[in-house]
């Protein structure tokens, strides 16, 4: 009995090893059938110290909330450049000269000044936005990037020209944009106003004591002390921005624009109405006439 048991037990222990291993693929090719293998795709070995960038383009566009002159396009395009108040300013410069390039049509000259400078444009348009090393995002308005497809001749005249003066247009030709505009106006500015019509004006547009706020400027051409005005929370950036220069006791051939948290407002409309909190500072940009400003010709 002890004999048979011992001769079973070596036959179990002695099975063939190939028989095992027949046993074992059948196994493993029935897993394999049973679940679908996952497909992996491999993402580019792209260093993180490098930034995707697309060759620079022209912008196109056709404008659909007003009228464009030569001389418009010009003096907005002076104008932003000249008010930047975040960003760094030799990015700025780089910027203003490679679109200046890429409306001549030297795309190859503009994309080595995108590379020299650092500046990253994701999608090779101004306009979607651009970035400096540090991860600053620069945006640009169409109207500054480039000449719209329906441009008129600088000898029609648009309604803001025609119409008295001309503050912040409510909106810019893009609708993804948000840096305020500044719209353009003709030559004598907004300073020329006669005192008498500011003055009805003004009357006009006083309200109570209780409806007054007070709003602390920081001018650009100082260092200080900063200026306090009051005005009607109803009452436009327009009307603060006349103050604040009178107040300043600044030249007539200067004009004064209202920035806040890095964004130049609309002057047409009231400050809480677009976001200042009581107690914040405002920035008083003191800029030269719109004539008087040109990308290669500041004074």
Not at 34 to 45: E, G, K, L, V
Not at 210 to 231: E, F, K, Y
Request: hydrophobic letters at 30%.
């Amino acid at each position: 009995m002890g004999c048979c048991a011992s001769v079973l037990s070596r036959n179990i222990d002695n099975q063939n090893p190939i028989q095992e291993r027949i046993s074992y693929n059948t196994a493993r090719d029935t897993s394999d059938r049973s679940t679908p293998r996952q497909r992996t795709r491999r993402a580019p070995n792209i260093p993180l110290t490098e930034h995707y960038n697309e060759p620079v383009r022209n912008h196109v566009w056709r404008s659909k909330r007003r009228t464009w002159t030569r001389a418009q396009l010009d003096r907005e395009r002076a104008e932003f450049f000249e008010t930047r108040v975040t960003g760094r300013p030799e990015v700025w410069a780089a910027v203003s000269t490679v679109i200046s390039l890429i409306r001549s049509g030297d795309l190859v000259t503009a994309q080595s000044i995108i590379d020299a400078a650092g500046i990253t444009v994701p999608t090779g348009d101004l306009c979607e936005g651009c970035y400096d090393e540090q991860g600053v995002l620069y945006r640009i308005p169409q109207c500054v990037a480039s000449d719209p497809e329906n441009m008129v001749p600088s000898s029609c005249r648009t309604a803001s020209e025609d119409g008295g003066p001309a503050g912040y247009e409510e909106e810019l030709d893009s609708g993804t944009l948000s840096d305020g505009k500044l719209a353009t106006d003709d030559a004598s500015g907004d300073e020329l106003i006669s005192q008498d019509v500011e003055r009805r004006r003004e009357e006009k547009g006083k309200t109570s004591e209780r409806d007054l706020i007070r709003v602390l400027a920081r001018l650009s051409d100082r260092g200080g002390p900063d200026i306090m005005i009051s005005i009607g929370k109803g009452q436009t950036v327009g009307l603060l921005a006349r103050k604040v220069h009178q107040e300043a006791k600044l030249k007539s051939d200067r004009r004064v624009r209202i920035a806040y948290l890095g964004h130049l407002l609309n002057e047409r409309e009231p400050l809480v109405d677009q976001g200042w909190k009581t107690g914040h500072v405002v920035n008083a940009l003191v800029v030269s006439p719109v004539d008087d400003l040109g990308l290669g010709h500041r004074r």
